[in-house]
Protein backbone atom coordinates (compact mmCIF):
# COMPACT_ATOMS: atom_id res chain seq x y z
CA UNK A 1 0.00 0.00 0.00
CA UNK A 2 1.66 3.33 -1.35
CA UNK A 3 0.97 6.63 0.03
CA UNK A 4 -0.76 8.97 -2.78
CA UNK A 5 2.17 11.73 -3.23
CA UNK A 6 0.54 13.38 -5.45
CA UNK A 7 -2.31 13.87 -3.20
CA UNK A 8 -0.18 14.80 -0.77
CA UNK A 9 1.34 17.76 -2.49
CA UNK A 10 -1.48 19.13 -4.02
CA UNK A 11 -2.92 18.91 -0.06
CA UNK A 12 0.04 20.50 1.01
CA UNK A 13 -0.48 23.32 -1.97
CA UNK A 14 -3.53 24.17 -0.69
CA UNK A 15 -2.90 23.78 2.98
CA UNK A 16 -5.23 21.30 3.55
CA UNK A 17 -5.37 19.11 6.31
CA UNK A 18 -7.27 15.72 6.13
CA UNK A 19 -10.26 17.34 8.33
CA UNK A 20 -9.98 20.52 5.74
CA UNK A 21 -10.29 18.29 2.53
CA UNK A 22 -13.29 15.89 3.90
CA UNK A 23 -14.95 19.28 4.84
CA UNK A 24 -14.44 20.91 1.55
CA UNK A 25 -15.31 17.66 -0.34
CA UNK A 26 -18.74 17.90 1.94
CA UNK A 27 -19.29 21.52 1.51
CA UNK A 28 -18.36 20.79 -2.49
CA UNK A 29 -21.27 17.52 -2.55
CA UNK A 30 -23.81 20.26 -0.54
CA UNK A 31 -23.07 22.50 -3.66
CA UNK A 32 -23.93 20.27 -6.12
CA UNK A 33 -26.60 18.00 -5.26
CA UNK A 34 -28.59 19.98 -2.04
CA UNK A 35 -27.78 17.71 0.13
CA UNK A 36 -24.81 17.58 3.25
CA UNK A 37 -21.93 15.38 1.75
CA UNK A 38 -21.11 12.66 4.14
CA UNK A 39 -17.12 12.15 3.67
CA UNK A 40 -14.99 11.71 7.04
CA UNK A 41 -11.41 12.03 7.86
CA UNK A 42 -10.88 8.29 7.54
CA UNK A 43 -12.61 8.71 3.98
CA UNK A 44 -10.15 11.09 3.01
CA UNK A 45 -6.81 9.22 5.51
CA UNK A 46 -7.38 6.03 3.17
CA UNK A 47 -6.81 7.77 0.03
CA UNK A 48 -3.80 9.63 1.03
CA UNK A 49 -2.20 6.67 2.37
CA UNK A 50 -3.56 4.49 -0.66
CA UNK A 51 -5.75 2.24 0.58
CA UNK A 52 -8.35 3.53 -1.47
CA UNK A 53 -6.84 3.90 -5.17
CA UNK A 54 -9.85 3.67 -7.51
CA UNK A 55 -12.34 6.53 -5.75
CA UNK A 56 -15.67 6.15 -6.62
CA UNK A 57 -19.37 7.99 -7.42
CA UNK A 58 -19.58 10.64 -4.96
CA UNK A 59 -16.00 10.54 -3.66
CA UNK A 60 -14.87 10.74 -6.80
CA UNK A 61 -16.43 13.67 -8.17
CA UNK A 62 -15.99 15.80 -4.98
CA UNK A 63 -12.15 15.46 -5.03
CA UNK A 64 -12.33 16.68 -8.44
CA UNK A 65 -14.43 19.93 -7.38
CA UNK A 66 -12.28 20.58 -4.75
CA UNK A 67 -8.63 20.67 -7.24
CA UNK A 68 -10.16 21.53 -10.03
CA UNK A 69 -8.72 18.52 -11.46
CA UNK A 70 -9.30 14.77 -12.96
CA UNK A 71 -8.91 12.25 -10.30
CA UNK A 72 -6.17 10.45 -12.17
CA UNK A 73 -4.37 14.32 -12.33
CA UNK A 74 -4.66 13.43 -8.16
CA UNK A 75 -2.40 9.98 -8.25
CA UNK A 76 -5.48 8.19 -8.83
CA UNK A 77 -6.22 5.18 -11.20
CA UNK A 78 -8.86 5.64 -14.15
CA UNK A 79 -12.37 4.50 -13.44
CA UNK A 80 -12.14 0.35 -15.58
CA UNK A 81 -15.08 1.13 -18.11
CA UNK A 82 -15.43 4.36 -19.78
CA UNK A 83 -19.08 5.66 -19.63
CA UNK A 84 -21.05 6.93 -22.51
CA UNK A 85 -22.69 10.50 -22.49
CA UNK A 86 -25.54 11.15 -20.63
CA UNK A 87 -28.40 13.82 -20.87
CA UNK A 88 -28.19 16.59 -17.83
CA UNK A 89 -31.38 15.05 -16.34
CA UNK A 90 -29.89 11.40 -16.03
CA UNK A 91 -25.92 13.13 -15.16
CA UNK A 92 -28.09 15.49 -11.88
CA UNK A 93 -29.89 12.44 -11.00
CA UNK A 94 -26.78 9.92 -10.96
CA UNK A 95 -24.41 12.15 -8.85
CA UNK A 96 -27.22 12.51 -6.18
CA UNK A 97 -27.18 8.90 -5.85
CA UNK A 98 -24.59 7.22 -3.11
CA UNK A 99 -24.06 3.91 -5.26
CA UNK A 100 -23.11 5.54 -8.23
CA UNK A 101 -20.02 4.15 -9.67
CA UNK A 102 -18.66 5.63 -13.00
CA UNK A 103 -20.42 8.68 -14.31
CA UNK A 104 -18.02 11.36 -12.62
CA UNK A 105 -15.50 10.91 -15.52
CA UNK A 106 -18.73 12.31 -17.49
CA UNK A 107 -19.42 15.38 -15.25
CA UNK A 108 -18.95 18.49 -16.41
CA UNK A 109 -17.06 19.95 -13.31
CA UNK A 110 -13.51 20.61 -14.16
CA UNK A 111 -14.80 23.94 -15.76
CA UNK A 112 -16.35 25.20 -12.20
CA UNK A 113 -14.56 26.79 -9.55
CA UNK A 114 -11.40 25.11 -8.17
CA UNK A 115 -9.79 25.52 -4.60
CA UNK A 116 -7.55 28.33 -4.08
CA UNK A 117 -4.04 27.46 -2.57
CA UNK A 118 -0.64 29.06 -1.56
CA UNK A 119 0.40 28.69 -4.59
CA UNK A 120 -2.00 31.42 -6.00
CA UNK A 121 -1.20 33.50 -2.87
CA UNK A 122 2.40 33.15 -3.90
CA UNK A 123 1.79 34.07 -7.27
CA UNK A 124 -0.19 37.56 -6.03
CA UNK A 125 2.59 38.32 -3.94
CA UNK A 126 4.92 38.00 -6.97
CA UNK A 127 2.57 41.09 -8.51
CA UNK A 128 2.67 42.96 -5.66
CA UNK A 129 6.39 42.89 -5.44
CA UNK A 130 6.40 44.60 -9.67
CA UNK A 131 4.58 47.21 -8.35
CA UNK A 132 6.77 48.07 -5.41
CA UNK A 133 9.68 48.03 -7.72
CA UNK A 134 7.89 50.16 -9.50
CA UNK A 135 7.09 53.02 -6.98
CA UNK A 136 10.99 52.45 -5.70
CA UNK A 137 11.97 53.70 -9.35
CA UNK A 138 9.61 56.04 -10.32
CA UNK A 139 7.33 56.90 -7.63
CA UNK A 140 3.81 57.55 -7.23
CA UNK A 141 1.78 57.61 -10.38
CA UNK A 142 -1.93 57.41 -11.97
CA UNK A 143 -0.75 53.71 -14.15
CA UNK A 144 0.71 52.60 -10.49
CA UNK A 145 -2.28 53.15 -9.03
CA UNK A 146 -4.54 51.32 -11.76
CA UNK A 147 -2.44 48.52 -11.45
CA UNK A 148 -2.91 47.99 -8.02
CA UNK A 149 -6.59 48.33 -8.38
CA UNK A 150 -6.60 46.01 -10.52
CA UNK A 151 -4.11 43.31 -8.30
CA UNK A 152 -6.69 43.84 -5.41
CA UNK A 153 -9.79 42.77 -7.71
CA UNK A 154 -7.59 39.62 -8.94
CA UNK A 155 -7.20 38.68 -5.34
CA UNK A 156 -10.37 39.43 -4.36
CA UNK A 157 -12.04 36.89 -7.09
CA UNK A 158 -10.20 34.53 -5.49
CA UNK A 159 -12.46 34.64 -2.43
CA UNK A 160 -15.12 33.42 -3.82
CA UNK A 161 -13.57 30.42 -4.23
CA UNK A 162 -13.05 27.05 -2.08
CA UNK A 163 -10.29 28.17 0.71
CA UNK A 164 -8.82 27.26 3.62
CA UNK A 165 -9.04 29.23 6.55
CA UNK A 166 -5.70 30.57 6.71
CA UNK A 167 -5.37 30.88 2.65
CA UNK A 168 -8.54 32.97 3.32
CA UNK A 169 -6.45 35.50 5.05
CA UNK A 170 -3.21 35.42 3.53
CA UNK A 171 -5.74 36.95 0.29
CA UNK A 172 -7.09 39.31 2.52
CA UNK A 173 -3.64 40.36 3.20
CA UNK A 174 -2.72 40.03 0.00
CA UNK A 175 -6.26 42.67 -0.92
CA UNK A 176 -5.02 44.83 2.30
CA UNK A 177 -1.28 45.27 0.60
CA UNK A 178 -2.70 46.16 -3.23
CA UNK A 179 -4.76 48.81 -1.40
CA UNK A 180 -1.85 49.84 0.45
CA UNK A 181 0.05 50.09 -2.43
CA UNK A 182 -2.46 52.02 -4.69
CA UNK A 183 -2.86 54.35 -1.32
CA UNK A 184 0.76 55.36 -1.19
CA UNK A 185 1.12 56.03 -4.62
CA UNK A 186 -1.94 58.49 -3.98
CA UNK A 187 -0.10 60.25 -1.67
CA UNK A 188 2.84 59.66 -3.40
CA UNK A 189 1.24 61.81 -6.19
CA UNK A 190 -0.31 64.02 -3.91
CA UNK A 191 -3.97 62.84 -4.98
CA UNK A 192 -4.46 62.41 -0.68
CA UNK A 193 -8.31 62.71 -0.92
CA UNK A 194 -8.49 58.56 -2.99
CA UNK A 195 -5.30 57.59 -0.74
CA UNK A 196 -7.71 58.39 2.49
CA UNK A 197 -10.32 56.11 1.08
CA UNK A 198 -7.66 53.56 0.03
CA UNK A 199 -6.35 53.71 3.46
CA UNK A 200 -9.85 53.06 5.11
CA UNK A 201 -10.78 50.11 2.93
CA UNK A 202 -7.33 48.87 3.71
CA UNK A 203 -7.54 48.81 7.41
CA UNK A 204 -10.67 46.66 6.75
CA UNK A 205 -8.76 43.58 4.84
CA UNK A 206 -6.02 44.00 7.46
CA UNK A 207 -8.18 43.39 9.66
CA UNK A 208 -9.72 40.41 7.99
CA UNK A 209 -6.35 39.10 7.86
CA UNK A 210 -5.17 38.98 10.88
CA UNK A 211 -1.73 39.65 9.73
CA UNK A 212 0.14 42.32 12.03
CA UNK A 213 2.90 42.79 9.22
CA UNK A 214 -0.13 44.02 7.27
CA UNK A 215 -1.32 46.05 9.92
CA UNK A 216 2.16 48.34 10.43
CA UNK A 217 2.38 48.66 6.49
CA UNK A 218 -1.38 50.14 6.38
CA UNK A 219 -0.61 52.24 9.58
CA UNK A 220 2.94 53.65 8.29
CA UNK A 221 1.54 54.78 5.36
CA UNK A 222 -1.70 56.47 7.60
CA UNK A 223 1.13 58.26 9.18
CA UNK A 224 2.68 59.76 5.58
CA UNK A 225 -0.73 61.14 4.13
CA UNK A 226 -1.29 62.70 7.90
CA UNK A 227 1.58 64.53 7.44
CA UNK A 228 0.87 65.31 3.51
CA UNK A 229 -2.31 66.45 5.18
CA UNK A 230 -0.12 68.45 7.77
CA UNK A 231 -2.35 67.18 10.48
CA UNK A 232 -0.27 66.57 12.98
CA UNK A 233 -1.71 64.88 15.84
CA UNK A 234 -3.32 62.49 13.64
CA UNK A 235 0.46 61.82 12.43
CA UNK A 236 1.71 60.99 15.77
CA UNK A 237 -1.42 58.61 16.87
CA UNK A 238 -1.10 56.68 13.33
CA UNK A 239 2.71 56.43 14.19
CA UNK A 240 2.06 54.93 17.63
CA UNK A 241 -0.72 52.68 16.11
CA UNK A 242 1.84 51.16 13.91
CA UNK A 243 4.25 50.81 17.15
CA UNK A 244 2.01 49.13 19.28
CA UNK A 245 1.24 45.96 16.60
CA UNK A 246 1.86 42.80 17.40
CA UNK A 247 4.49 42.77 15.00
CA UNK A 248 6.31 45.64 15.77
CA UNK A 249 6.32 44.31 19.27
CA UNK A 250 7.84 41.31 18.29
CA UNK A 251 10.26 42.32 15.85
CA UNK A 252 12.30 45.05 16.04
CA UNK A 253 12.74 45.62 12.75
CA UNK A 254 8.92 46.72 12.74
CA UNK A 255 9.12 47.99 15.90
CA UNK A 256 12.01 50.85 14.36
CA UNK A 257 9.62 51.48 11.61
CA UNK A 258 7.17 52.91 14.30
CA UNK A 259 9.87 54.62 16.71
CA UNK A 260 11.21 56.75 13.55
CA UNK A 261 7.71 57.58 12.80
CA UNK A 262 6.76 58.98 16.29
CA UNK A 263 10.01 60.91 16.12
CA UNK A 264 8.56 62.67 12.95
CA UNK A 265 5.12 62.45 15.19
CA UNK A 266 6.85 64.21 18.29
CA UNK A 267 8.60 66.77 15.42
CA UNK A 268 6.00 68.36 14.04
CA UNK A 269 4.15 68.64 16.83
CA UNK A 270 7.00 71.21 18.14
CA UNK A 271 8.44 68.43 20.82
CA UNK A 272 11.99 68.25 19.95
CA UNK A 273 12.99 66.74 22.95
CA UNK A 274 10.72 63.74 22.67
CA UNK A 275 11.13 63.61 19.04
CA UNK A 276 15.31 63.50 19.56
CA UNK A 277 14.42 60.71 22.25
CA UNK A 278 12.18 58.10 19.69
CA UNK A 279 14.70 58.78 16.87
CA UNK A 280 17.75 57.61 19.16
CA UNK A 281 15.26 54.81 19.89
CA UNK A 282 14.22 53.70 16.48
CA UNK A 283 18.32 53.70 16.19
CA UNK A 284 18.93 51.28 18.78
CA UNK A 285 16.14 49.37 17.86
CA UNK A 286 17.07 48.35 14.25
CA UNK A 287 20.37 47.49 15.56
CA UNK A 288 18.90 44.62 17.35
CA UNK A 289 16.76 43.70 14.49
CA UNK A 290 17.95 40.05 12.60
CA UNK A 291 18.05 39.70 9.05
CA UNK A 292 15.17 37.61 8.33
CA UNK A 293 12.65 37.36 5.47
CA UNK A 294 10.45 40.02 5.25
CA UNK A 295 7.78 41.59 3.03
CA UNK A 296 9.11 42.88 -0.24
CA UNK A 297 7.53 46.59 0.70
CA UNK A 298 10.16 46.65 3.57
CA UNK A 299 13.13 46.48 1.63
CA UNK A 300 13.18 50.26 1.67
CA UNK A 301 13.58 50.72 5.31
CA UNK A 302 17.42 50.42 7.16
CA UNK A 303 19.75 52.62 8.10
CA UNK A 304 19.64 54.73 5.09
CA UNK A 305 16.11 55.24 5.59
CA UNK A 306 16.36 55.89 9.66
CA UNK A 307 19.49 58.70 8.39
CA UNK A 308 16.75 60.24 5.45
CA UNK A 309 13.53 60.62 8.27
CA UNK A 310 16.12 61.60 10.73
CA UNK A 311 17.56 64.43 8.36
CA UNK A 312 13.35 65.47 8.24
CA UNK A 313 13.40 65.92 12.29
CA UNK A 314 16.35 67.49 12.81
CA UNK A 315 14.71 70.13 9.78
CA UNK A 316 12.07 70.40 11.99
CA UNK A 317 13.58 70.63 15.28
CA UNK A 318 15.50 73.94 13.63
CA UNK A 319 18.85 71.48 13.65
CA UNK A 320 19.76 72.30 9.91
CA UNK A 321 23.30 71.25 10.48
CA UNK A 322 22.20 68.11 12.17
CA UNK A 323 19.31 67.73 8.90
CA UNK A 324 22.40 68.39 6.70
CA UNK A 325 24.86 65.88 8.05
CA UNK A 326 22.23 63.03 8.16
CA UNK A 327 21.18 63.44 4.20
CA UNK A 328 24.57 63.61 2.97
CA UNK A 329 24.88 59.96 5.40
CA UNK A 330 21.65 58.82 3.79
CA UNK A 331 22.49 59.73 0.28
CA UNK A 332 25.61 57.29 0.57
CA UNK A 333 23.46 54.36 1.96
CA UNK A 334 20.57 54.71 -0.09
CA UNK A 335 20.69 51.73 -3.44
CA UNK A 336 20.30 53.12 -6.53
CA UNK A 337 17.48 50.78 -7.53
CA UNK A 338 15.29 53.37 -4.67
CA UNK A 339 15.75 56.74 -6.80
CA UNK A 340 12.78 58.08 -5.77
CA UNK A 341 13.74 58.04 -2.50
CA UNK A 342 17.58 59.34 -3.51
CA UNK A 343 15.75 62.10 -5.22
CA UNK A 344 14.03 63.14 -1.92
CA UNK A 345 16.77 63.07 0.40
CA UNK A 346 18.43 65.27 -2.24
CA UNK A 347 16.34 67.50 -2.34
CA UNK A 348 16.04 67.60 1.93
CA UNK A 349 19.71 67.89 1.68
CA UNK A 350 19.10 71.20 -0.65
CA UNK A 351 16.90 72.69 1.95
CA UNK A 352 19.21 72.06 4.80
CA UNK A 353 21.84 73.38 3.13
CA UNK A 354 19.60 76.94 2.18
CA UNK A 355 18.36 77.42 5.76
CA UNK A 356 21.90 77.70 6.79
CA UNK A 357 22.56 80.49 4.29
CA UNK A 358 23.95 78.39 1.48
CA UNK A 359 21.92 79.12 -1.25
CA UNK A 360 24.05 79.20 -4.17
CA UNK A 361 25.32 75.47 -2.81
CA UNK A 362 21.35 74.35 -2.10
CA UNK A 363 20.92 75.19 -5.56
CA UNK A 364 23.23 73.22 -7.40
CA UNK A 365 22.10 70.49 -5.18
CA UNK A 366 17.91 71.11 -5.40
CA UNK A 367 19.25 70.75 -9.49
CA UNK A 368 20.10 67.11 -9.04
CA UNK A 369 16.63 65.55 -7.92
CA UNK A 370 15.69 66.60 -11.32
CA UNK A 371 19.14 64.54 -13.14
CA UNK A 372 18.53 62.16 -10.44
CA UNK A 373 14.51 61.08 -11.90
CA UNK A 374 16.42 61.26 -15.59
CA UNK A 375 13.44 63.23 -17.27
CA UNK A 376 10.64 61.61 -15.77
CA UNK A 377 7.97 63.75 -13.95
CA UNK A 378 8.49 64.71 -10.20
CA UNK A 379 5.50 62.77 -8.11
CA UNK A 380 3.20 65.30 -6.37
CA UNK A 381 5.30 64.91 -2.83
CA UNK A 382 8.80 65.48 -4.53
CA UNK A 383 7.39 68.97 -6.19
CA UNK A 384 5.84 69.62 -2.97
CA UNK A 385 9.26 69.58 -1.36
CA UNK A 386 10.65 71.15 -4.26
CA UNK A 387 8.40 73.60 -4.51
CA UNK A 388 9.07 74.95 -0.88
CA UNK A 389 13.10 74.98 -1.90
CA UNK A 390 11.76 77.56 -4.80
CA UNK A 391 9.73 79.98 -2.08
CA UNK A 392 12.83 80.27 0.32
CA UNK A 393 15.18 80.48 -2.36
CA UNK A 394 13.54 83.35 -3.77
CA UNK A 395 12.90 84.73 -0.19
CA UNK A 396 16.80 84.49 0.62
CA UNK A 397 18.26 85.10 -2.62
CA UNK A 398 15.82 86.47 -5.34
CA UNK A 399 17.86 89.03 -7.22
CA UNK A 400 20.99 86.53 -7.67
CA UNK A 401 21.82 84.65 -10.96
CA UNK A 402 21.77 81.33 -9.63
CA UNK A 403 18.46 81.99 -8.34
CA UNK A 404 16.99 83.10 -11.77
CA UNK A 405 18.71 80.46 -13.18
CA UNK A 406 17.03 77.95 -11.26
CA UNK A 407 13.75 79.78 -12.03
CA UNK A 408 14.22 78.76 -15.93
CA UNK A 409 15.35 75.43 -14.97
CA UNK A 410 12.03 75.24 -12.65
CA UNK A 411 9.37 76.19 -15.25
CA UNK A 412 11.08 73.62 -17.72
CA UNK A 413 11.09 70.66 -15.32
CA UNK A 414 7.16 71.50 -14.07
CA UNK A 415 5.66 71.54 -18.22
CA UNK A 416 6.41 67.96 -17.94
CA UNK A 417 3.18 66.03 -17.96
Not at 57 to 64: D, K, W
Not at 95 to 124: N, Y
Not at 165 to 179: C, G, I, K, W
Not at 213 to 238: F, G, K
Request: aromatic share 6%; with cysteine; charged share 25%.
Amino acid sequence: MAVNAELKKRMRELGLTQEELARQMNAALAELTGRPGDVSARTVRNLVNGASRRPIGRTRVALERVFGCAAEDLGFSPLRTAVPQEDPVRRRTFITSAAGTTAAAAMPFLSQRRTVGMSDVSRDAAGLAELVATDDHQGGHAELEKRAVAGRAGVLELQDRNATESVRRSLFAMAAEYTTIAAWSCIDARALDRAQQYLHEATTYAGLSQDSHTEVHVWINMTMLAYQRRNWPETLAAAQAAQATRAARRDPFYGSMGHIRTSLGYAVLGDGRAALRSLGTARDTLDKASEGERPRWTAFYGAAEVDHLASVVHSHVGEHARAEATAHRALARIPPAFRRNRALATARLALAQLHQGDAELATATAADVFAIMDGDPLPGRMRTLIGDFHRDLFTLAPSTTYAREWGDRMRSEWSRV
